[in-house]
């Protein structure tokens, strides 16, 4: 099967300027996942989805980002406007459904914030 | 709120077992994970236990659970330099959201 698509796989930016991400999960996966992955940590999660609504957006820094699943299936995340300390990966992952047999990881995004 | 710990490097020698170790804090934790991430490439998920297990094998992986203790290991047997990459420990309690360590990057020496 296909894997969980992501694109771009690198973005540079100023800051104070918008950016999005583009997310296509494994066809099927009911949950998706949004995380930030900082240099030397590991992966935080910002916001998960299951078909088109939101389960958890508890640690998403709602006044600058963003997030949505259009049609339960492709999602989109959005900064606006971007902070030095933004700079990070931003991993996509899906799951069948609630997430217990572990998630399959797309390659990410690499944002870089000068 | 959960916490996930691990050390940051591991180094060892070709054909040598490696360990790795994961502390949690979440007692309600249900499932425990290894994800592995290869150089330039994505996380992959490469085993992940049930809470009410001690240990499960997956021909040179043992995944070790003490949950009194909340430790998790993650021993790779013959290491090979092909091991050589960053082991994410994660857990998940509730909702299917996994909380993820920091990685341990291996080092495998030939």
């Known amino acids: 099967e296909a894997g969980v698509a992501q694109s771009p796989r690198y973005k540079i930016i100023e800051k104070r300027q918008s950016v999005a991400f583009w997310c296509n999960p494994i066809?099927?996966?009911?949950?998706l996942y949004w995380y930030q992955r900082i240099l030397g940590q590991g992966p935080k999660l910002l916001i998960q989805?299951?078909?088109?609504?939101?389960?958890?957006d508890s640690q998403l820094p709602k006044d600058r980002f963003s997030a949505e699943r259009l049609k339960g299936v492709d999602s989109t995340l959005k900064i606006q406007p971007a902070k030095l300390e933004d700079s990070a990966v931003y991993l996509c992952?899906?799951?069948?459904?609630?997430?217990?047999?572990?998630?399959?990881f797309g390659s990410g995004t690499r944002l870089t914030v000068v | 709120g959960e916490d996930v710990e691990q050390s940051l490097f591991l180094s060892v020698r070709e054909g040598d077992s490696s360990v790795i170790n994961c502390t949690y804090t979440?007692?309600?934790?249900?499932?425990l994970y290894w994800y592995k991430q290869e150089p330039g490439a994505g996380l992959q998920l490469l085993t992940y236990?049930?809470?009410?297990?001690d240990m499960k094998q997956d021909q040179r992986l043992t995944v070790l659970l003490n949950k009194k203790d909340k430790h998790l290991s993650l021993r790779i047997a013959d290491t090979q330099t092909g091991d050589s990459a960053i082991y994410f420990c994660?857990?998940?309690?509730?909702?299917?959201?996994?909380?993820f360590g920091d990685g341990t990057t291996l080092t495998v020496k030939p």
């Open positions: 066809s099927g996966h009911a949950t």
């Open positions: 989805f299951q078909n088109n609504g939101v389960v958890d």
């Open positions: 994660a857990e998940t309690a509730s909702a299917g959201k996994s909380t």
């Open positions: 979440d007692s309600s934790s249900t499932y």
């Open positions: 236990i049930f809470s009410n297990m």
């Open positions: 992952a899906s799951s069948p459904s609630d997430g217990s047999y572990g998630y399959t």
